[in-house]
Nanobody, 122 residues
Framework: VQLQASGGGLVRPGSSLRLSCATS????????IAWFRQIPGKGREGVSC????????YYSDAVKGRFTISGDNARSAIFLQMDNLKLEDAAVYYC????????????????WGQGTQVTVSS
């Protein structure tokens, strides 16, 4: 199982970015998927996840209404559309996958991609 995130960059507050995560080695529709982030000086925190069972989607309060998680099984890719970015969204973002929803909610999975840096600065 491999995941590789990309799409980070330097943007101004209010801008948008779309993160991508290329996956291989597993069938996406059989896995829950998620995005985490790590803000400098803080631990990793969950941003959004999607259940494999019924496709239910969850967002942290910090990003609800601004971020959208999606997956394209045919392209084996996971996406995170981030709109109206704020200074506090600056972080390294990680994609992850697991068979269980709880595993992606807590980050308790071995299947993590390397991070992609998002910098928000005015």
């Amino acid at each position: 199982v491999q995941l590789q995130a990309s799409g980070g960059g330097l943007v101004r507050p209010g801008s948008s970015l779309r993160l991508s995560c290329a996956t291989s080695g597993f069938e996406m529709d059989r896995y829950a998927i998620a995005w985490f982030r790590q803000i400098p000086g803080k631990g990793r925190e969950g941003v959004s996840c999607r259940s494999r069972r019924d496709g239910s989607i969850y967002y942290s309060d910090a990003v609800k209404g601004r971020f959208t998680i999606s997956g394209d099984n045919a392209r084996s890719a996971i996406f995170l559309q981030m709109d109206n970015l704020k200074l506090e969204d600056a972080a390294v973002y990680y994609c992850l996958a697991a068979k269980g929803l709880w595993a992606v909610i807590t980050g308790a999975t071995d299947y993590w991609g390397q991070g992609t840096q998002v910098t928000v600065s005015s």
